[in-house]
């Protein structure tokens, strides 16, 4: 049965720095890997989408990396501002079933 | 991308009434997802709505109290049926679209609060 774990599931970080949000999933077997946020009672906007065959994505100051032989995923964020404060969600895909992690609750410090 | 739109955005109910969800896209997809968000939760999928067949539901969840219609490619509706304040949650609808078909796209959720 796929687990998807997000590591931590809180961060404080000041305005400007650079963080790392990680995301590890136990079925290596996946079509892609997901990332997402959500702000406070929202939606969730995607990210970025890595299909299995590739190793990374990037977009503006995000930029994602998938290991599929180890099950790890990370988020790096570039120069964070305030507002990117939100909870960020990994989500794998495998049979048309998606499976979500707990999400990391990131707040930014003006 | 596709662009998903819900309503109600959010309501507060009374024990043991139903309340219908709305989900339009503005594309045509084969399949669209429900979801439920429990406070403080991730997402538990609860079923995903075919157009032309009866949906499928997740483990835990059944269509006497989560019914779903899917009268056409970019509509479907969610109604939860006999409510407690156990199904107070954000109710997500999400499609697949993209390139490769599987990009994972959400509306914007009903917040229910049942008293």
């Known amino acids: 049965k796929q687990e998807v774990t997000q590591i931590p599931a809180a961060l404080s970080v000041p305005e400007g720095e650079n963080l790392v949000l990680n995301c590890s999933f136990t079925?290596?077997?996946?079509?892609?890997l997901q990332w997402f946020r959500q702000d406070p009672g929202k939606g969730l906007t995607s990210l970025l989408l890595?299909?299995?065959?590739?190793r990374e994505q990037t977009s503006g100051r995000l930029n994602a990396s998938l290991d599929k032989s180890s099950g790890r995923s990370t988020l790096y964020i570039a120069a964070s501002q305030p507002g990117d404060s939100a909870t960020y969600l990994c989500a794998v895909n495998r049979d048309d079933k998606i499976i979500f992690g707990k999400g990391t609750r990131l707040h930014i410090l003006p | 991308s596709a662009v998903i739109s819900q309503k109600p955005s959010r309501d507060i109910c009374q024990r043991g009434t139903s309340l219908t969800i709305q989900c339009q896209v503005d594309?045509?997809?084969?399949?669209m997802f429900w979801y439920r968000q429990q406070p403080g939760q991730s997402l538990t999928l609860i079923a995903t709505?075919?157009?032309?067949?009866?949906?499928?539901?997740e483990s835990g969840f059944v269509i006497d109290k989560f019914p779903i219609s899917r009268p056409n490619l970019t509509f479907s509706t969610l109604t939860v049926s006999n409510m407690s304040p156990e199904d107070s949650s954000i109710y997500l609808c999400?499609?697949?679209?993209?390139?490769?078909?599987?990009?994972?796209?959400f509306g914007p959720g009903t917040r229910l609060t049942v008293l």
């Open positions: 999400s499609v697949e679209f993209g390139f490769e078909g599987n990009e994972q796209f």
């Open positions: 594309s045509q997809v084969t399949m």
């Open positions: 079925d290596s077997a996946i079509y892609n």
């Open positions: 890595i299909q299995s065959s590739q």
């Open positions: 709505a075919n157009q032309g067949s009866e949906a499928t539901y």
